[in-house]
């Protein structure tokens, strides 16, 4: 029951007697659900969250945040198979973590994005690293990526342009 609820079970014994059973749960940050909308309206088409947790609280934090995939229970292993299916299947992939269990998919995806606050594994392994661990910049940082490649886009088409006109002179 705790666990279908989003909670992670601990249980304490004293003397081999359990004294406590308690549901534990993490809080999703505030403004996460609006920096994924944000990623969505930017383009990104699935967000999938993949997770050592239970799948019952992965399932809860799922619907909360409105994620089109969220697999739990999984191994660093069986996450970097995730991530390899996806590339296998054409897909560009973008992994976001912070702790050792994902620096082997941090270095599979295509681009791998690390909290500034993570582990110094994932920090060295990932091609981004957002400093202050603020999600809310991963939206920033990919509208100016988006922005960069369309102004280099359009510098090409000028250059090209001015070539054929000094050519056709």
């Known amino acids: 029951r705790f666990e279908k609820n989003g909670n992670s079970l601990?249980?304490?014994a004293v003397d081999g007697e359990l004294k406590v059973l308690?549901?534990?749960?993490?809080?999703?940050?505030?403004?996460?659900?609006?920096?994924?909308?944000?990623?969505?309206r930017l383009g990104v088409?699935?967000?999938?969250?993949?997770s050592g947790d239970n799948q019952g609280t992965v399932d809860v934090v799922s619907r909360e945040l409105g994620l089109t995939e969220?697999?739990?229970?999984?191994?660093?292993?069986?996450?970097?198979?995730?991530?390899?299916?996806?590339?296998?299947k054409g897909?560009?992939?973008?992994?976001?973590?912070?702790?050792?269990?994902d620096s082997p998919s941090l270095a599979l995806a295509h681009i791998g994005i690390a909290m500034g606050g993570g582990t110094d594994v994932a920090i060295e392994t990932s091609d981004v690293v957002l400093m202050n661990s603020d999600?809310?910049?991963?939206?920033?940082?990919?509208?100016?990526?988006?922005?960069?490649?369309?102004?280099?886009?359009?510098?090409?088409?000028?250059?090209?342009?001015?070539?054929?006109?000094?050519?056709?002179?």
């Open 22 to 40: 308690m549901g534990i749960r993490d809080q999703i940050r505030p403004g996460v659900r609006e920096e994924l909308q944000r990623l969505r």
């Open 45 to 50: 088409k699935n967000l999938v969250m993949l």
């Open 91 to 101: 897909q560009i992939v973008a992994f976001v973590g912070d702790g050792v269990n």
């Open 135 to 169: 999600f809310g910049r991963l939206p920033h940082a990919l509208g100016l990526t988006k922005a960069t490649a369309r102004n280099m886009r359009q510098n090409i088409v000028i250059a090209v342009g001015v070539v054929l006109v000094l050519l056709a002179s």
């Open 70 to 88: 969220a697999h739990g229970n999984m191994l660093p292993e069986d996450k970097a198979a995730y991530v390899k299916e996806l590339i296998d």
């Open 10 to 12: 601990v249980l304490t």
